[in-house]
């Protein structure tokens, strides 16, 4: 294949993405942290199919305008830091490629060495050893082929691109010690090798067909008889309606590869800009909020398949969304500042609102905002500066990317990593301070909050030598694991023991909604007994943690 040309690219696309759909759990499977996380894999896999559907909806056989929509569709889609960098390395591709109908080696070797070097620069610090040393040495030794050998064929640089990212791939490990340790290869990285790997076959006449998610199905239905619940549970419908924007992004996969991970019998249909989603679930709180990020709500219904099986916290929470229902979200009054945070249960959302949030973005560590999702807050407020605190790690790079969306807004992300970080900046927020004096009180008060979780280990693994089983409880302190056992509440005090001091002067106890207050008020007297340390309880009505704990 001398040239690569629209319909060809789009064949490409559509392949990398089933290839990459295909293989998303065995690449979730690749996270380093034993813990329920938003997950590479999936992450990926929601980043790239947004991209690829905005790329096949394009009525052009012209490369540069297809891979103008792709770009955009990756960046308003990306999810989590590896989507947000898969998004930064195809921008850098279209950038070459803008003014191009077709493509030929050459310009396809060049753009892929372009694209490695954009996802650098999106990346303040970039950790080598992952999806970006993957991209990086694969693209320079293609490069380096395609000049040296004078390759004329698109299929013999795309081959070459594929061997020597595999080659980096294995290598990770010899650059990040942590890897080695648990015996994985970067996830990240591999979810790339994924995306070539479907890209070559496809330019071979090969390319990859999507699988069914049966498998999901079967995973969430597993989940449903092993909790004793059987076909209990809640039907959850509702009908969104999608914004201009949302028309443009939306992706029926998407949506349904997200909710098939906590339910089964899914039907979802698209009419224009109307959505209907049903699903029987679990969860359908995070049911709801998963649609909650697609658009706005015209009918919602959950009802309880078997009454003797309650799950109140669940029902309350998921009827709390109705209030949503038709009630178009208008402009705020102007205003000095705003801030928008991000949390992972209802609890934690009023708690935020408390402390003078704005827009408080369902999500976390199980559900990774979108960069989307944050320009749409962006876009509800009508302030001179905005705060945005993304309360996670993986959440960060997509909210770094939001600002760079929203040209005209002054936006200031502050790196708060953890719950507990975000509840401190926004108390030390100051709506009659200057923006400097904000700006370090916040930082300050991030800098200094210890934060901690409990939850539970997915695999078995070993992690800092030490062994966790499947099903035990972890405390984890920043990047430490403190305990593992399979005791949640001598897990919960082991954190404890671990994160306080004879400095600490306050403790904020937040339990989850699979925890009880009684649980709670066990470690709150454990603290008091242990510790010169005040104790506030919230209850947080989290998923996947137990506890979450902060120390100041």
Request: hydrophobic share 40%; with cysteine.
């Amino acid at each position: 294949m001398e040239q690569i040309n629209g319909q060809s690219l789009k064949e490409m696309l559509r392949s990398g993405m089933n290839n990459l759909k295909n293989h998303s759990a065995q690449i979730d499977a690749l996270n380093v942290f034993p813990v329920p996380d938003g997950d590479t894999g999936t992450n990926m896999t929601l980043t790239f199919t947004n991209g690829v559907k905005a790329a096949l909806d394009v009525n052009e056989d012209h490369v540069g305008h297809i891979l103008k929509a792709l770009s955009r569709g990756l960046l308003m889609g990306a999810r989590g830091n590896s989507g947000v960098i898969t998004s930064q390395i195809f921008r850098g591709i279209y950038q070459a490629l803008e003014e191009n109908e077709t493509m030929d080696a050459m310009q396809l070797a060049h753009a892929l060495v372009n694209g490695s070097r954009v996802a650098y620069r999106a990346v303040m610090r970039p950790v080598e050893g992952t999806i970006l040393t993957v991209v990086r040495e694969a693209a320079d030794y293609t490069y380096a082929y395609t000049v040296t050998e004078e390759v004329k064929d698109c299929t013999a640089v795309m081959a070459k691109m594929m061997e020597e990212a595999n080659a980096s791939l294995e290598r990770t490990p010899e650059l990040l010690p942590v890897l080695a340790e648990v015996g994985v290869v970067d996830s990240g990285g591999k979810g790339l090798c994924t995306i070539l790997e479907g890209f070559l076959l496809a330019m071979e006449g090969k390319p990859v067909v999507a699988q069914e998610i049966q498998a999901n199905e079967q995973a969430a239905q597993t989940k449903v008889d092993n909790d004793g619940e059987g076909e209990y549970g809640f039907c959850t419908e509702f009908i969104l309606h999608l914004s201009e924007t949302g028309k443009k992004n939306f992706s029926e996969e998407g949506i349904r590869d997200e909710l098939a991970s906590i339910g089964n019998s899914l039907v979802c249909v698209q009419d224009d800009d109307l959505v209907k989603v049903h699903v029987h679930t679990l969860e359908p709180y995070t049911a709801l909020k998963m649609g909650r990020r697609q658009g706005k709500f015209v009918k919602i219904k959950v009802e309880n398949m078997q009454q003797q099986h309650d799950h109140i916290v669940e029902l309350e929470e998921a009827k709390e969304l109705e209030k949503e229902i038709e009630t178009p979200q208008k402009k705020a009054e102007h205003k000095t500042y705003a801030i928008i945070t991000v949390a992972p249960g209802a609890g934690i959302d009023e708690m935020f609102k408390e402390y003078r949030a704005d827009v408080v973005i369902g999500g976390g560590q199980t559900m990774n905002p979108s960069t989307e999702d944050f320009v749409s807050a962006v876009n509800q407020l009508n302030a001179d500066h905005i705060f945005i605190l993304p309360n996670n790690s993986n959440i960060v790079l997509a909210a770094q990317q939001a600002k760079d969306v929203c040209e005209g807004q002054d936006i200031h992300v502050l790196p708060a990593k953890t719950i507990p970080q975000g509840l401190s900046a926004c108390i030390m927020f100051n709506p009659d301070a200057d923006l400097d004096t904000n700006l370090s009180e916040m930082q300050e008060a991030i800098d200094h909050v210890k934060s901690g979780e409990v939850t539970y280990a997915i695999k078995d693994t070993t992690y800092e030598g030490r062994a966790i089983k499947k099903g035990e409880y972890m405390g984890i302190y920043g990047k430490t694991i403190a305990a593992s056992v399979p005791d949640c509440m001598e897990a919960s005090k082991k954190l404890l023991d671990t994160m306080l001091d004879d400095d600490s002067e306050l403790v904020t106890l937040i339990y989850g909604k699979d925890t009880t207050e009684e649980q709670a008020n066990e470690l709150a007297n454990y603290i008091e007994e242990n510790s010169d340390a005040e104790v506030e309880i919230h209850e947080g009505k989290q998923p996947v943690y137990p506890f979450i704990i902060g120390v100041e």
